[in-house]
């Protein structure tokens, strides 16, 4: 079984004292069939992720394989959580898996402030949060506007962002590996919007 690191943060440890055996079980398939499907996972500029403290990563988002392929390539170092709809947690068991994961749902039909209060929250006990500042997918070669939400969520916890970019996730079966490329973190400056593009901006650029 490969082993993967305790995650260093208080909300992290406590999430992980939770879910530590799934996340081990899970994370280990994920990477077994990663290596099978799609020649594995490459990582680059892991040296920009912060080893504790709160942190936001913002990804480029072209398929659903994003959110496990950042989450493994990063599972090491930090414990990630992420915004997922409701009803996909209640599927089980593919809702413990994403329990499992850091999962937070969120009611997409409505603006749900629980749920950005969760991710608050998060932040200020030092958790690591995985953002999609286009806020859905886009097909690959495709650029989107971005949301102000990442922004927000930067000022309003004083959390670091971290851009990250995720490359051929768009095919389950490849001949070319899984690549996750991580950028020097940004600092917000600005107005919401503005920060954003900015942030989206340094994604692409990756």
């Known amino acids: 079984m490969i082993a993967v690191d305790r995650p260093p943060s208080r909300a ?7 879910h530590a055996l ?44 994003d959110p496990p392929v950042i989450g493994i390539a990063v599972s090491r170092w930090r414990f990630p959580h992420y ?47 995985v953002i999609f500042p286009e806020g859905t997918r886009q097909k690959p070669g495709r650029v989107s506007r971005a949301k102000p939400g990442v922004g927000y969520l930067a000022k309003e916890s004083g959390a670091p962002v971290v851009p990250l970019r995720v490359r051929n996730t768009e095919w389950l079966v490849g001949r070319r590996p899984f690549r996750v490329t991580l ?3 940004m600092t917000f400056e600005g107005e919401y919007q503005e920060f954003a593009e900015r942030v989206l901006e340094a994604i692409y650029g990756l």
Request: hydrophobic share 40%; net charge positive.
């Open 12 to 18: 992290a440890k406590e999430d992980w004292a939770s």
């Open 22 to 65: 799934q996340y081990r079980v899970s994370t280990t398939l994920a990477r077994i069939l990663a290596r099978v499907l799609h020649r594995g996972i490459v990582v680059e500029g892991v040296e920009n992720l912060p080893r504790s403290g709160r942190v936001i990563l913002a990804s480029n988002h072209i398929s659903v394989l």
């Open 183 to 185: 950028g020097r973190p």
């Open 83 to 129: 915004l997922a709809k409701r009803e996909l947690l209640r599927l089980e068991p593919f809702g413990m898996i994403l329990r499992s994961w850091g999962t937070i749902p969120v009611d997409r039909g409505r603006g749900d402030t629980g749920a950005i209060r969760t991710v608050l929250r998060l932040l200020e006990r030092e958790g690591c949060m």
